[in-house]
Structure formats: structure tokens, C-alpha cells
């Protein structure tokens, strides 16, 4: 075991748990998210182009616009 306590981190499970997820070969073991939806369903979120989202700025403030101008730099 590590310091980590991140249970998504496979040195913090049990060796029998992380035999069983690797004899899987990289399929998911959830049903969630667009995989589990219907193509219609997909279709119309993704023509929404973000729409949809609950969003983490308000459209032209201050915040949004420091956001763009830091892109994915470090902080």
C-alpha cells in the first residue's frame, strides 16, 4: 500500500480486485453514460454543443475570459 488513499489508484485495492478488472482487457465494468444511451438520444445532446451544460461561467464574464486566455497552462 501506498500514502495515497485514492481508491481509484489500483495500489490501493486488493490484488484479487485488480486481477479481476484487468482480466476484463480495458472493457468497461459500468453501463453509465452515452454507451448506454440511445444514438438519437446522443445525437440531439452532442447538437447542442454544450449547450445543455450547467456550465461554470456566466457567457462573457471576467472569469470565463481569464479561463480562455490561460488555456491549459499549468497554474
Known amino acids: 500500500m501506498t500514502d495515497n488513499t485514492n481508491p481509484g489508484n489500483f495500489a490501493n485495492r486488493p490484488k484479487e480486485e485488480v486481477q479481476e478488472i484487468a482480466s476484463k482487457g480495458g472493457q468497461s465494468s459500468n453501463t453509465g453514460g452515452f454507451a448506454s444511451m440511445p444514438k438519437r438520444q446522443v445525437q440531439e ?3 447542442e454543443g454544450g449547450k445543455a451544460s450547467s ?7 471576467e472569469a470565463a475570459k481569464e479561463a480562455g486566455r490561460k488555456g491549459g497552462s499549468a497554474s
Do not use: V
Not at 55 to 61: A, L, Q, R, T, Y
Open 45 to 47: 445532446i452532442a447538437s
Open 55 to 61: 456550465g461554470s461561467f456566466e457567457k462573457g464574464s
